[in-house]
């Protein structure tokens, strides 16, 4: 057979030419998706923007702000990669990773939030922990070539699940069980494909991105709308009291507080003690007296021991009785002074 090299010079061609199509819709996809991912990550922003009225009472400010840098961080990489998306590859690798560590700073954070170390416990545990998962992605970014991929190797990626787990376990069993799932998700979304060793079935790293976004706008959409829900007419006010704790702070300290309200309960010999579902009373039937003085104790334990975490303003807006369908407000109307004591 008489080989035809004009037609196979066509085929080669037009080869390249599919290719550079491809390439060209590749590119034109990441564009358009850009805008998306950032308008997600913007919305997310306010979303926890807000929350610091809610959080002012509480220990819990340093998360949100964990949060809000990581998102920025996600805003700027993003952007960077609409202005130039085909030459900026390993800065905008480099940010994403970035953005990711500090998104898993807020549940980290929310393990150091007690007085008095609340405030050291950003400098001590936060900081070095942002700086060992960047090392990482920091050696394998190259200056010279920002247009290169950058790689995160098995042994990096297996500590980053380890402080993955710590970060969102705590809040596992809380009323934002699945908010934190998804956040979770989002944030395995933005760090595995940037592994050598990500699975077939990952998604590459704009899509994934873009998959990642709408996590965190889903996370923290629904944890705002659950932030707000009334609660339970049915419960009793200690419970309301304690629900409210142990979904803000996790269940790593709702355990220590149960202990040493239950430790208190046995000495004083209350007539109910606590589980992480509420009060309940002991096997024998109390009396009213028993029932006053339980709750009188109850009530100094509480607030003796939630001190170190929230301000005695936001306990007393969840002991005051609430309108029905109506959930306590952080914001505590208190009667004007006519006297100097």
């Given amino acids: 057979m008489e080989f035809d090299r004009k037609h196979w ?51 819990l400010p340093t998360a949100a702000w964990c949060a ?11 952007s960077i990669e609409l202005i130039d998306p085909a030459q900026s590859t390993g800065w905008v690798d480099l940010g994403w990773y970035f953005a990711a560590v500090v998104l898993l700073c807020p549940g980290i954070a929310v393990l150091g939030a007690r007085r008095p170390g609340a405030s050291a416990w950003a400098f001590f545990v936060l900081l070095p922990l942002v700086l060992v998962l960047m090392w990482p992605a920091v050696a394998s970014f190259q200056v010279a070539r920002p247009a290169d991929s950058i790689e995160i190797e098995v042994p990096a990626l297996v500590g980053f699940g380890l402080v993955l787990v710590m970060s969102g376990g705590n809040y596992f069993g809380t009323r934002y069980t699945m908010p934190t799932f998804y956040y979770a998700a989002a944030i395995v979304l933005l760090v595995v494909p940037m592994s050598v060793a990500a699975p077939d079935f990952f998604p590459e790293r704009s899509m994934a991105r873009f998959m990642a976004s709408l996590g965190f706008l889903l996370a923290i959409g629904e944890a705002s709308s659950r932030s707000n829900a009334a609660p339970n007419d049915e419960i009793s006010r200690f419970d309301v009291l304690w629900f ?5 702070f996790g269940m790593v300290w709702a355990k220590r507080v149960m202990d040493r ?4 309960a046995r000495h004083e010999k209350w007539a109910m003690h606590l589980e992480l579902h509420g009060f309940v009373p002991i096997a024998e039937p109390p009396s009213a007296d028993e029932l ?18 929230v301000d005695p303003e936001w306990i007393d807006a969840r002991l005051q009785e609430p ?12 009667p004007p002074a006519t006297e100097e004591r």
Avoid at 18 to 44: E, G, H, K, W, Y
Avoid at 244 to 248: T, V
Avoid at 323 to 334: I, L, Y
């Fill in 261 to 264: 309200v239950n430790e208190s």
């Fill in 68 to 78: 809000i840098t990581g998102l920025m961080l996600a805003v700027v990489a993003q």
């Fill in 292 to 309: 006053l003085r339980t709750d009188e104790r109850i009530e100094h334990t509480f607030r003796w021991l939630m001190k170190r975490f």
């Fill in 323 to 334: 309108t029905a369908g109506q959930a306590p407000s952080d914001e505590v109307q208190h």
């Fill in 244 to 248: 409210d704790f142990m979904d803000s």
């Fill in 9 to 59: 010079q066509s085929q080669w061609h037009t080869l390249q030419w599919d290719d550079l199509s491809l390439l060209q819709l590749f590119m034109t996809r990441n564009t358009a998706l850009s805008p998306v991912i950032i308008c997600n990550l913007l919305i997310s922003l306010w979303l926890v923007a807000r929350s610091l009225k809610r959080l002012r009472q509480t220990t």
